[in-house]
Nanobody
């Protein structure tokens, strides 16, 4: 069973919008994860944290997306969403959803995330 399933990626022109979704499997839900987060990896670059949202609603964003990306969640459905507006070519990459299962490190400390999705591609053309 895939721990997390992302959807909503695609190709858009700069200035456009996309909305990503992430659904947690029953197995992931049983882990009592603390937060769900979005990471992205551009070709030839390291993976980086983009946005995270805790079950209590607390959120954090990478500086590069503040004011453009907004995370939201549906706790009843164990889903998280990310609305991405005013997209830029540098937002291009594979976007991954991850579940935080350990309370250590910074908001995007990857070893704290025990479950990952397979990713959804976002391509922004200039």
């Amino acid at each position: 069973q895939v721990p997390l399933v992302e959807s909503g990626g695609g190709s858009v022109q700069a200035g456009g919008s996309l909305r990503l979704s992430c659904a947690a499997s029953a197995y992931t839900i049983s882990s009592n994860y603390m937060a769900l987060a979005w990471f992205r990896q551009a070709p030839g670059k390291e993976r980086e944290g983009v946005a995270t949202i805790y079950r209590n609603g607390a959120q954090a964003y990478a500086d590069s997306v503040k004011g453009r990306f907004t995370a939201s969640q549906d706790n009843a459905e164990n889903k998280v969403y990310m609305q991405m507006n005013r997209l830029k070519p540098e937002d291009t990459g594979m976007y991954y959803c991850a579940a935080r299962t350990a309370n250590r490190g910074s908001y995007f400390f990857e070893p704290s995330f025990g479950y990952w999705g397979q990713g959804t591609q976002v391509t922004v053309s200039s």
